[in-house]
């Protein structure tokens, strides 16, 4: 049974009408980072922080999982593989779909994380600064989203599922943002083929030893049929 390490980022999203954060219409041409995905942007100004989250979360609810994420959910469900995905994306697409085994290693939009004490549980739809955490009864409620500058999360484990891994795959991310665009290299530096399926060419695309380009929807299905096939 081969080991596959699948990396999603927003692009395999995108057809399910989530933006994506780089493109001409992406998020980051209308915030800005270090307003939005700091901490330090949360402990200046919480209010707009949970103003982008609540609307993120529900783009997200309304939002369903495409053919790309039925597609990994159909390789994993075959049971032929072991299909870890590991996911930078924040919502909630692949569970719906169907996966299981699965990393959210940026957090999700459906988790409320106290700033206080680290305790965690299921966000409300709309969070705001006012919400006391249910353990410590602290006001420092805070979306469960690992923001730039803080660890990604369970990264020891993403490392070794990678290191003993014998295919790694990369769907829909732009490969601008570390350490899941360094994921590419650390397949490499330890044999494991790997493959880019993506809208167009990342920026790690010449580390690939291959890649296949177009919409999600169409290069994933296809390349799962091929799996289930071969
Ligand atoms: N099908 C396949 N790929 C697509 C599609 C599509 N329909 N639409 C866009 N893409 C590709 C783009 O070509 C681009 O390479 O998806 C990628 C999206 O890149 P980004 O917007 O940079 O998103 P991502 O790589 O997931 O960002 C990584 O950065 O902003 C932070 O924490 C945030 O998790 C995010 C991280």
């Known amino acids: ?7 999603t980022g927003a692009g395999i999203s995108a057809e399910s009408g989530i933006r994506t954060f780089r493109a ?3 998020l980051w041409e209308e915030h800005r980072i270090e307003d939005v995905a700091t901490p330090e942007g949360f ?44 996911t930078q994306n924040v919502d909630d697409l692949h569970e719906r779909a169907g996966s299981q085994n699965l990393i959210h290693m940026h957090g999700t939009l459906n988790g409320a994380l106290c700033a206080a004490c680290g305790h965690r549980w299921s966000a409300p739809a709309e969070m705001n600064k006012t919400q006391f955490c249910p353990a410590c009864g602290k006001p420092a409620t805070r979306p469960d989203i690992v923001w730039f500058g803080e660890m990604p999360y369970r990264m020891e484990e993403i490392w070794t599922a990678l290191r003993a891994a014998d295919l790694f795959v990369s769907i829909g991310t732009s490969g601008n943002v570390y350490p899941a665009a360094g994921f590419v290299a650390d397949a490499m530096h330890a044999g494991v ?27 994933v299905p296809a390349w799962v049929d091929e799996m289930l096939c071969a």
């Open 1 to 7: 049974m081969a080991r596959i390490v699948i990396l």
């Open 193 to 219: 083929p790997t493959l880019e399926l993506n809208l167009e060419p990342s920026q790690g695309t010449r580390m690939f030893d291959e890649a296949r380009h177009g919409p999600a929807t169409q290069v």
């Open 24 to 26: 001409s219409d992406g």
């Open 43 to 86: 402990a200046r100004n919480p209010a707009l922080v949970h103003r982008f989250y609540n609307q993120r979360r529900a783009a997200a609810t309304a939002a369903e999982p495409n053919a790309a994420h039925r597609a990994l959910a159909r390789l994993e469900a075959a049971g032929a593989h072991q299909v870890l995905i590991v």
